[in-house]
């Protein structure tokens, strides 16, 4: 994607990095010691708002960490934010057109702008540093066609084959292990009209025909604010099904399904997307949470085979009062991930170096390990790198009830199915 007032941005940037680099010739190294602007793109207003706030306070976590240890040779950090709002093109590009057009601004990071991930080219062009996580079928159909005029951007999320057929094996297995009973193998998925929400509802509905499942009810809202689920409901209590999926990714829009879900309850396993693991969604909830199911691809793989999560995640309470979702743990890696780098590359102005240094990340991170495929700049996934995690709510808790390998609990009857 390419624009004007992009490019001309890219200009204003040569020229104020040309008018620096006259200022220090003949100077020591020392003369680059100064303050390094790190760009977040976040909805910190609109219905994403909560997640926004997560993204800043990760980000801003490990800054303020950086900062207090003196630094990385003798440059600290300071954030600056690009509200993308709505998530609308136009928002978004103003927020990225705003950050690039900063001379100071040396690395950038979001959780999800855009969904689209069209600002992906606009780091591109102007060679800057990237790293994103959610849509990651998004990153990699913009990125794998030729990753080299990519190095600018990396993705923390894995590839999102597992969102759409690991629902599928984890119904299946359950009903093997006798913990639900499969009926009828009938499943209702309800989605949002968004490119996270579609993308997984529509491998989902793909893997469950393959498996021979019959889809009683396929429905997809107007992304936003719903407050309303009672009409789809009743189409969901007009044919009962084995399983009840919604992809909404906004906690506010899950809890209102969930609530009006329980006001006539099916005995159908329930499974929400991505919603629940955001704090938000039990103050909304409260204990109608109990027995809810969701996946995670990233989020913080809370394990003693894995302790890193549990480090951050404390460290994060402990600093803002309130446990983090998927958002505050993992921005807080990716600023890790840019400080690495950084450390590596030496000059945060050079920014080939930096982005083929994040290219080369293989570390422990509370996702699990993080090593990038060079053929789409995605985080590599499986149970030796980042694995799917299915958790369970329970009191307020979640309990990872998925893989084995870093179970901490097992999967338990939802109360409505009983």
């Given at each position: 994607?390419k624009?004007?007032?992009?490019?001309g941005t890219?200009k204003?940037?040569?020229?104020?990095a040309a008018?620096?680099?006259?200022l220090?010739v003949g100077?020591?190294?020392a003369a680059?010691a100064d303050?390094?602007?790190?760009?977040?793109l976040?909805?910190?207003?609109g219905?994403?708002?909560?997640?926004?706030?997560?993204?800043q306070?990760?980000?801003?976590m490990?800054?303020?960490?950086?900062n207090a240890?003196g630094?990385i040779?003798?440059?600290?950090?300071?954030?600056?934010i690009?509200?993308?709002?709505?998530?609308?093109?136009?928002?978004?590009?103003?927020?990225?057109e705003?950050?690039?057009?900063?001379p100071?601004?040396?690395f950038?990071l979001?959780?999800?702008a855009?969904?689209?991930?069209?600002?992906i080219d606009?780091?591109?062009?102007a060679?800057?540093p990237?790293?994103?996580?959610?849509?990651?079928?998004?990153?990699?159909?913009?990125?794998?066609?030729d990753?080299?005029?990519?190095?600018?951007?990396?993705?923390?999320?894995?590839?999102?084959d597992?969102?759409?057929?690991?629902v599928t094996?984890?119904?299946?297995?359950?009903?093997?292990d006798?913990?639900?009973a499969l009926?009828?193998?009938?499943?209702?998925v309800?989605?949002?009209?968004?490119a996270y929400?579609k993308?997984?509802?529509?491998?989902?509905k793909?893997?469950?025909s393959?498996?021979?499942?019959t889809?009683t009810?396929?429905e997809?809202?107007?992304?936003?604010?719903?407050t309303d689920?009672?009409?789809?409901l009743a189409?969901v209590r007009a044919?009962v099904p084995?399983?009840v999926i919604n992809t909404d990714?906004?906690p506010?829009?899950?809890a209102?399904?969930?609530?009006?879900?329980?006001e006539?309850?099916?005995?159908?396993?329930?499974f929400?997307?991505y919603?629940?693991?955001v704090?938000?969604f039990?103050?909304?909830?409260?204990a109608k949470?109990n027995?809810v199911?969701?996946n995670?691809?990233?989020?913080p793989?809370?394990?003693?085979?894995n302790?890193?999560a549990?480090?951050?995640?404390?460290?994060f309470k402990?600093k803002?009062?309130?446990?983090?979702?998927?958002?505050?743990?993992?921005?807080?890696?990716?600023?890790?991930v840019?400080?690495?780098?950084l450390k590596?590359?030496?000059d945060?102005?050079?920014?080939?170096a930096?982005?083929?240094?994040?290219?080369e990340?293989d570390?422990q991170?509370?996702?699990g390990?993080?090593?990038?495929d060079?053929?789409?700049?995605?985080a590599m996934?499986?149970?030796?790198?980042?694995?799917?995690?299915?958790?369970?709510i329970w009191d307020?808790?979640?309990?990872?009830?998925?893989?084995?390998?870093y179970?901490?609990?097992?999967?338990k009857?939802?109360?409505w199915?009983?």
């Amino acid at each position: 994607m390419k624009s004007t007032s992009i490019s001309g941005t890219l200009k204003r940037r040569a020229t104020l990095a040309a008018s620096a680099l006259a200022l220090v010739v003949g100077m020591g190294t020392a003369a680059f010691a100064d303050v390094v602007k790190i760009g977040l793109l976040a909805p910190l207003t609109g219905p994403a708002a909560a997640d926004g706030q997560e993204f800043q306070r990760g980000a801003q976590m490990a800054i303020d960490e950086a900062n207090a240890a003196g630094g990385i040779d003798g440059h600290t950090f300071e954030l600056v934010i690009g509200d993308v709002k709505d998530q609308s093109a136009a928002n978004v590009t103003s927020a990225v057109e705003r950050l690039l057009g900063d001379p100071d601004v040396h690395f950038m990071l979001t959780g999800y702008a855009s969904l689209t991930n069209f600002e992906i080219d606009n780091m591109a062009e102007a060679e800057m540093p990237y790293m994103l996580a959610a849509t990651s079928q998004q990153t990699r159909d913009i990125i794998a066609p030729d990753p080299d005029k990519y190095g600018c951007c990396w993705s923390l999320t894995p590839s999102f084959d597992a969102y759409n057929t690991d629902v599928t094996f984890f119904a299946e297995k359950l009903a093997k292990d006798g913990k639900i009973a499969l009926a009828s193998k009938k499943v209702a998925v309800i989605s949002s009209d968004n490119a996270y929400s579609k993308t997984i509802s529509e491998g989902m509905k793909k893997t469950f025909s393959e498996n021979g499942w019959t889809i009683t009810v396929d429905e997809i809202v107007p992304f936003g604010e719903v407050t309303d689920w009672r009409a789809i409901l009743a189409k969901v209590r007009a044919d009962v099904p084995d399983v009840v999926i919604n992809t909404d990714y906004l906690p506010g829009n899950s809890a209102s399904f969930l609530n009006q879900f329980l006001e006539q309850p099916t005995k159908s396993l329930v499974f929400l997307q991505y919603a629940p693991s955001v704090p938000e969604f039990v103050e909304l909830t409260g204990a109608k949470s109990n027995g809810v199911v969701y996946n995670l691809l990233g989020g913080p793989l809370t394990s003693p085979k894995n302790p890193r999560a549990e480090e951050v995640s404390t460290k994060f309470k402990e600093k803002y009062g309130v446990e983090s979702g998927t958002y505050g743990v993992g921005l807080y890696e990716m600023v890790n991930v840019y400080f690495d780098a950084l450390k590596k590359a030496g000059d945060p102005a050079d920014h080939a170096a930096v982005m083929k240094a994040i290219g080369e990340t293989d570390k422990q991170v509370a996702a699990g390990r993080l090593k990038f495929d060079p053929a789409t700049h995605l985080a590599m996934q499986g149970d030796d790198y980042i694995p799917i995690t299915f958790f369970q709510i329970w009191d307020g808790q979640r309990s990872l009830i998925s893989p084995e390998k870093y179970a901490t609990g097992e999967f338990k009857p939802q109360p409505w199915t009983k």
